[in-house]
């Protein structure tokens, strides 16, 4: 299955000697990430594919992150996954299987893309059983996207991890928690932006405080950390903290007036403008 990746690609650093695979572009700018291009992290070995994939239509809420496709490696797949990772406009699918004779939870996972002979579509294995059993009370209406593609190696066969999207519920207050040192703060600053989104949904504030707070430290070049971090600790009561993350919003922003985005200066007004409000609070708190 692998000599098929030898056929007009570049050469990547990971492959073994003679062996030649698609390289994506290193992108490290978020913002200069397009939807659905091909890239790498710096870090990111040359097998490694990302993608930002808009949600799927009517599902904005995002149900599970990172997920690995299982089964990839199956003789009655591989053939399709191969030819997913090769093509463009990728899109996935969700389908369950009550009848399933393994596992009546069970979803499959279907992928739809375009190469030289046209639109395909084919299964490229399934959802984790224990994600499947976690999502076998969830009211119809899934979907997924490509989050991550590994293309295969000498050493190591194809891998594809996904999120799973599901309709926007109600909105439910969720009791804080402690902070859990076992949660992972991602390397990539988009990735930290849906984590800590995703943990202060779990309750997990103070571990949505370290992904939103490595974001700023980094000078992410969005709004969204540095709203969210002023809220979290105006909610607090925290108003010395929020005053130095709007300080730091202000001194990026600042640094963005060149840039043609539109954007810039309306979020710097409404940043400045906070910053008198939180640096008033911090004055009366002090007092």
């Known amino acids: 299955m692998l000599r098929r990746w030898a056929r007009g690609k570049r050469t990547g650093a990971s492959g073994a000697a003679g062996l030649n695979v698609p390289v994506a572009p290193v992108i490290a700018d978020p913002t200069a990430r397009g939807l659905d291009q091909e890239f790498r992290l710096p870090d990111d070995e040359d097998h ?27 003789p009655a797949v591989a053939p399709a996954v191969e030819a997913f990772l090769d093509g463009r406009k990728r899109r996935l699918t969700l389908e369950r299987e009550p009848t399933n004779p393994v596992d009546p939870n069970a979803i499959a996972v279907f992928g739809e893309w375009i190469s030289a002979g046209g639109t395909a579509r084919g299964r490229l294995g399934y959802l984790p059983a224990e994600v499947a059993a976690a999502l076998a009370d969830h009211p119809d209406g899934l979907g997924a996207t490509v989050e991550v593609l590994y293309r295969p190696r000498c050493d190591k066969g194809p891998g594809i991890r996904i999120d799973i999207w599901g309709p926007r519920g109600k909105a439910r207050k969720v009791a804080e928690r402690a902070a ?26 103070d571990n949505a405080i370290v992904c939103y707070e490595a974001n700023v430290r980094d000078g992410f070049v969005g709004n969204f950390p540095f709203d969210r971090l002023a809220v979290l600790y105006r909610r607090r009561k925290e108003y010395g903290r929020e005053v130095a993350v709007l300080e730091r919003a202000v001194e990026v922003f600042n640094g963005l ?11 710097l007004q409404a940043f400045e403008a906070r910053l008198r409000k939180a640096r008033e609070l911090a004055r009366g708190d002090r007092s």
């Open 48 to 74: 490694v594919v990302r993608l930002n994939q808009s949600p799927p239509t009517g599902l904005a809420r995002k149900l599970h992150g990172f997920v690995p496709v299982a089964g990839t490696t199956h």
């Open 180 to 205: 859990d040192p076992g949660i992972d703060v991602p390397r990539d600053p988009v990735a930290r932006n849906l984590r800590g989104k995703e943990l202060e949904a779990e309750g997990y504030v």
């Open 257 to 267: 007036r060149s840039s043609p985005r539109a954007d810039v200066l309306p979020k």
